[in-house]
Every structure is written in structure tokens, then in C-alpha cells.
Nanobody, 118 residues
Framework: QVQLVESGGGLVQAGESLRLSCVFY????????MGWFRQAPGKERELVAV???????YEADSVKGRFAPSRDNLSNLVYLRMDSLKPEDTAIYYC????????????WGQGTQVTVQG
């Protein structure tokens, strides 16, 4: 069984930075691909960033150059560094995990709110 717990959200001004953290409770963290998603009010959930066990990353075009995922396989932690935040980044951010062999994210955190005031 896997549990994910996010933290680090908050209220910031446009242009400021935040770092989200996600703790992976379970076994074999290094066998999971970790994703960050977000959902804004009235909008569908969208994929923001992905990091593989080997450290390869993907960022959505809307955040490329501003957001960066990272992970610490020894501590079962995954991070999302968010710089130059914009009001349109306001959303609930979720951490998710999927096995390397799977195309579906099986485990989700409870989410952390990020609000950017412009």
C-alpha cells in the first residue's frame, strides 16, 4: 500500500516561488514514476510535471522554464520547485505515483492549495 502526502502550498504574490513536497509512504519508491498534477476551479485536472526514477523529467508547456520536479530516492521524497508564479498557476496541486510498468497513476495525495495573487 502506498500513501502520498503533499505539503508546501500557500498564498504568494505573482513572481514569487514555492516548493511543494510529497512524501511517499510505502515500498520500492525507486520503482515508481512520480507526477505532479493540478486542478483549478472549474477546470479539468492537468499534468504539470513528471520525474522518473532515474531523474528524467517532463514539464508541461505552461510551466516549462518555471517549474522543476526533483526527487530523493533515499528519502522517498519528491519536490516541485515553482518559480515566477502567475495567478493562472492557482490550483490544488496533487502528487501521484505509478509503477514504471503502468500507464495509469495508481496513487494520489490529498492535494495542497497554491494561490497566487496578482
Amino acid at each position: 500500500q502506498v500513501q502520498l502526502v503533499e505539503s508546501g502550498g500557500g498564498l504568494v504574490q505573482a513572481g514569487e516561488s514555492l516548493r511543494l513536497s510529497c512524501v511517499f509512504y510505502g515500498r520500492d519508491f525507486s520503482l515508481y514514476v512520480m507526477g505532479w498534477f493540478r486542478q483549478a476551479p472549474g477546470k479539468e485536472r492537468e499534468l504539470v510535471a513528471v520525474i522518473t526514477s532515474g531523474g528524467s523529467t517532463y514539464e508541461a508547456d505552461s510551466v516549462k522554464g518555471r517549474f522543476a520536479p526533483s526527487r530523493d530516492n533515499l528519502s522517498n521524497l519528491v519536490y516541485l520547485r515553482m518559480d515566477s508564479l502567475k495567478p493562472e498557476d492557482t490550483a490544488i496541486y496533487y502528487c501521484a505515483a505509478r509503477r514504471i510498468s503502468s500507464s495509469e497513476y495508481e496513487y494520489w495525495g490529498q492535494g495542497t492549495q497554491v494561490t497566487v495573487q496578482g
